[in-house]
């Protein structure tokens, strides 16, 4: 069993600056993180891994020092590592994004799993996971909760949906994003640490995976952010600061009384 | 009509019947095409869809395409994408909307990247503008706006250079708008042939769990945050939801956290609402828990910090300590 996990190294913060002439992301001088969410599908895959002795390839696009991120999946027990990373593949939108993952992927060429998070917390989307799918021309199947077997040519898991959850075949080999009902990550241990320390990360270019330039970075971005902006609101409602016991009881009782003029309650 | 160049929503069915966002965007696409001066059409997949396909004409769609096979019955994404792909390479609409359903979110992004065009997911507004962009000016292109990067942002996105233009939206960001029982419009029969090798999905069994929370039919929702501090704290909440007759909501940190079951959450990744009453406690008001709730008729903020964001959106705010504010408001009630 083979099974690629690409991941995507996010900002730890929430607080995040944009570049406002560019409308992407300022990275610089914040923490990075493995995006929180790509644990559950590393785990996911260390737990196929422990049952039927799989090999892990963790991929992932992004600057040079995204390799750190990488090195946190094989300090967790992934085997191989590689990282996309060149000037060319800046500003990627979710479909330039999947179209680079999907090469690597298809340059990997023997595996039968592909397992990725839900969405990053960055960007919200979740489409990366789909859309690797597309380019690859496999079956996707998101928001897995549970996988039941996984067997080189026939998965079986179930899927949380709505309203319950439907358990799925699907004809490997396939794409999958894992929700966290899935699995809880497991943290890194010390051999791990060491053996990822150890490990060189290849990195690889467009030529290196056969993408055309014109798919690449924010010229093969379909979507662009074109505008940005800090909404401000003006409702202008009262705000009341009570100063003692019997001021918030006062603010209580003048509270219930306007829910009673409005006929609320 | 003319048949290209339209505004197009996913139908999305489930046991046959129509999901009630894929109604809220037929009603957001029909103001889009009218803006535009084109028609609103709808694409349903399924099983024996043509009656509710029919039915669905009075939210004023001009064609509704319907593609029906015995194993398209239920969703999986394989001969979907593929039957989306070819009736919107046939029928070139310029903007296709889906619902940001666990559906809407595994089809659309695998539908975008077969087509190499651009999607933008959980829109909470949809304009048509115009943009220059490199020197073109492009016309009446499709402003997708959304909450970004955590929270205090809002960014306007454009996918104007390949058509169609496309975006998921959630349910319940939409309003629904009255049907026009006599509204003319055509279901249209569209076949596509499908391999049994273009469904590698089986879908062996579909578990249903009943809902115990429902938040969108609430006139009254109490919604409890970080501030509840712990779960034991988080009853207060429930307190006074059950002493207003209300239904308990919770932000995104508090389930985060653990105070309360996912059902509860309202905001962007959890339920859009719009009751008549919204009480926030000690929640500070993240763009993504406000694009979820700022349309309820009346908004009270409870909050230990003034300057909390949910303050801005409040119609009354009270500052103070939950455990102070929460019960003197449950003792008002029962002394009314």
């Known amino acids: 069993m083979k099974i690629i996990i690409p991941i995507k190294q996010v900002p730890e913060t929430g607080d995040v600056k944009m570049d406002s002439a560019t409308g992407t992301m300022k990275r610089d001088g914040v923490r990075s993180i493995v995006n929180p969410l790509d644990l559950y599908a590393i785990e996911t895959g260390l737990k196929i891994k422990e049952s039927t002795g799989a090999h892990i390839t963790v991929i992932t696009m992004g600057p040079p020092k995204a390799a750190e991120a990488l090195k946190e999946a094989v300090a967790m027990g992934c085997d191989d590592a590689m990282l996309l990373s060149d000037k060319s593949f800046a500003g990627s939108d979710t479909c330039a994004t999947s179209y680079v993952l999907a090469m690597a992927i298809k340059k990997i060429a023997d595996y039968n799993l592909v397992i990725c998070g839900e969405r990053a917390t960055d960007g919200d989307t979740g489409q990366v996971g789909p859309g690797i799918s597309a380019w690859l021309n496999l079956p996707v199947c998101t928001y897995i909760s ?24 699907i004809k490997g080999p396939c794409v999958i994003t894992v929700v966290k009902e899935a699995a809880s990550p497991r943290l890194p241990t010390l051999s791990g640490k060491i053996r990822a320390k150890k490990l060189t990360i290849p990195i690889l270019g467009p030529s290196d995976i056969n993408a055309h330039p014109e798919h690449l970075g ?26 003692s016991p019997e001021e918030m009881e006062a603010a209580a009782d003048k509270i219930i009384k306007y829910f009673h003029k409005l006929d609320i309650i | 009509m003319n048949e290209k160049n339209n505004v197009w ?19 957001k696409a029909r103001e889009l095409a009218d803006t535009l001066k084109v028609s609103m059409c709808g694409v349903m997949i399924g099983k024996n869809i043509k009656a509710e396909a029919k039915k669905l004409i009075s939210y004023r769609a001009d064609r509704i395409y319907c593609i029906e096979d015995g194993r398209l019955d239920h969703y999986t994404p394989v001969p979907y994408t593929k039957i989306m792909c070819e009736v919107i390479k046939k029928y070139e609409p310029q903007i296709v909307l889906y619902g940001a359903t666990t559906t809407g979110r595994d089809l659309a992004p695998r539908v975008a990247s077969s087509l190499k065009v651009g999607l933008t997911a959980d829109c909470t507004d949809l304009k048509i503008g115009d943009h220059t962009m490199k020197d073109q000016e492009f016309k009446n292109i499709l402003y997708q706006i959304r909450p970004a990067f955590g929270g205090n942002i809002i960014a306007t996105i454009v996918s104007p250079e390949k058509k169609p233009q496309m975006a998921t939206v959630r349910e319940g960001v939409m309003k629904l708008s009255a049907p026009e029982s006599k509204y003319a419009g055509e279901v249209v029969n569209e076949q596509i042939k499908l391999t049994d090798a273009e469904f590698p999905t089986e879908v062996i069994k579909i578990i249903k769990k009943t809902r115990s929370v429902n938040l969108k039919a609430a006139h009254i929702i109490v919604s409890g945050g970080m501030g509840a501090g712990s779960k034991e704290n988080f009853k207060l909440i429930q307190d006074l939801a059950h002493a207003l007759g209300g239904t308990v909501g919770a932000s995104r940190a508090a389930v985060d956290a653990g105070f309360i079951a996912k059902e509860h959450q309202v905001g962007q990744t959890g339920t859009t609402v719009r009751p008549k009453l919204y009480i926030a406690c000690g929640i500070s008001g993240s763009i993504q828990h406000r694009a979820g709730m700022d349309q309820s008729g009346r908004i009270i903020a409870i909050n230990t910090d003034p300057e909390a964001p949910i303050f801005q959106i409040a119609h009354y705010g009270i500052v103070g300590d939950l455990s102070d504010v929460i019960p003197r408001l449950i003792k008002a009630v029962k002394s009314k």
């Open chain 1, 146 to 169: 549970k996988i039941i077997s996984a067997g080189e040519k026939i998965l079986t898991a179930e899927r949380l949906v709505e309203d319950g959850y439907e358990t799925l075949e």
């Open chain 1, 218 to 243: 924010l010229a093969g971005s379909p979507t662009k952010v074109v505008k940005i902006e800090t909404p401000k609101i003006t409702r202008n409602g009262e705000l009341i600061i009570p100063k």
């Open chain 2, 9 to 27: 929503v996913f139908i999305q069915q489930d046991e046959g019947k129509p999901a009630e966002v894929s109604i809220e965007l037929m009603c």
